[in-house]
Structures are given as C-alpha cells and as structure tokens.
C-alpha cells in the first residue's frame, strides 16, 4: 500500500502543475468579489487553534452582513452563539483566518484569505445594528488574497436542489443530539423548545 503524500512534491506527483490557474488568486477585492460579498448571507471561517488544530464555524445573517470597508478590509458582525467564542479566541492567539462566502443558487463560491482583529469600537459596532441591537463584537479582515472558487463541488453535492435536500426525519432532533452526546436526563423535547425559543428571542 503506498504510503501517505507528505510533501508538496510528492502531491505533485499525482496533481498536474494548475498552470495560469494561479493568476486568479488576487492581492484585494475587485468590483465582482464585492459584488458577489453584498449578495452572500452565508460564510464558513476557518481558524487555527493554540495546540495546532484547524478549527471552521459557519456565520450567517442578511445579504451583505459582512461590509466591505475598501478594497482590502472586510467588517464581520459577530452576533449571540455559544459563546465558546472558539473563532475569537482562535484569532486572538494566531490572526490568520480564511474566508468562504456562499450565494444561494449560486454555484461559485468565494474565498478570502487574510488577518483579523476583534474590536468594539463604538462607530463600528454602530454600524452593525440590526433591530436595535448592536453586535458583540466586530471582526475586522485585512484581505490578503481574493479568489473565485470553481463549481464542481456544489454541482456535485447538489446542494441548492431541492430534489436533493434530505427528509429531516432521517436525523433525531438537535434536542435529541444533544442529549445523548450530552448525557442529559432533561427529556429532548424540552431541549427542543429551549432551542427554538434561544433562536427566536436571541437571534440579534
């Protein structure tokens, strides 16, 4: 059985050069990729923990709820989670972040590589108010490379076909979740309806 391909050379031997594919990785925002941010209200952000471990976390709100400041800084609300704060605290240690934008129906994705910082200066948090309440904090991105990313992923995983789109009974409900894998003895419906009740109360 080979063994694992630990070196970019070694990957090499597998994946062809990608050529002038490398010419689409740009330095900031063009007018598309601001374009294609004033659309999206979804994101996934990828961090790097202290003890080494990659860590993602989708955040979401209105299209447009990350504001494009100019070409190189992007502004991110961050709204009521867990408050594990894991991407926060992640970014407090190592500012490195990575970015994927989606656009319902949309094929395209969107990817922006940079640094961030946590702040709440009172003009930014001000400008993230959304029914009265301001944002926890703001996450401000210094972009260092911008890019498109192909189709082929979405195309194969269907995501946007509702044909596709899988019955919610083939899963327990997330009260139930989080019971077992919490160990609970609170009866998952109850969780169910704390959840629902969190989500409508403390969305913003």
Same mark, same amino acid.
Request: aromatic letters at 6%.
């Given at each position: ?7 970019? *050379? ?12 490398? +010419? ?32 993602? @976390? ?10 494009? %400041? ?13 408050? %594990?704060?894991?991407? %926060?605290?992640?970014?407090?240690? @190592?500012?490195?972040? +990575? ?26 948090? *001000? ?6 309440? #301001? ?6 991105? *210094?972009?260092? *490379? ?16 509702? @044909? ?5 009974? #083939? ?12 160990? %609970? ?8 309806? +704390? ?10």
């Amino acid at each position: 059985m080979p063994g694992p391909l630990k070196s970019e *050379e070694a990957l090499r031997t597998v994946y062809p050069d990608p050529g002038q594919t490398r +010419g689409k990785v740009l330095p900031a925002l063009e007018k598309h990729a601001r374009t294609f941010i004033g659309l999206s209200p979804f994101l996934c952000i990828g961090t790097s923990r202290p003890d080494g471990l990659g860590d993602v @976390s989708p955040r979401g709100g209105e299209p447009g709820f990350v504001h494009v %400041l100019d070409d190189t800084h992007l502004a991110m609300p961050d709204r009521p989670g867990n408050n %594990l704060i894991d991407t %926060l605290s992640n970014i407090s240690h @190592s500012p490195s972040v +990575g970015l994927l934008f989606f656009v319902p129906g949309f094929e395209e994705m969107l990817r922006v590589n940079g640094v961030a910082e946590i702040t709440t200066d009172p003009e930014m948090m *001000e400008r993230f108010v959304f029914d009265g309440k #301001k944002p926890r904090s703001v996450m401000i991105i *210094e972009v260092r *490379e911008a890019f498109f990313h192909c189709t082929k992923a979405l195309k194969r995983s269907g995501l946007w076909d509702p @044909s596709k789109h899988v019955p919610r009974e #083939k899963m327990p409900s997330f009260g139930q979740i989080i019971r077992d894998q919490m160990k %609970l003895l609170v009866p998952a419906k109850l969780i169910d309806m +704390g959840l629902k009740k969190d989500a409508k109360d403390n969305l913003y």
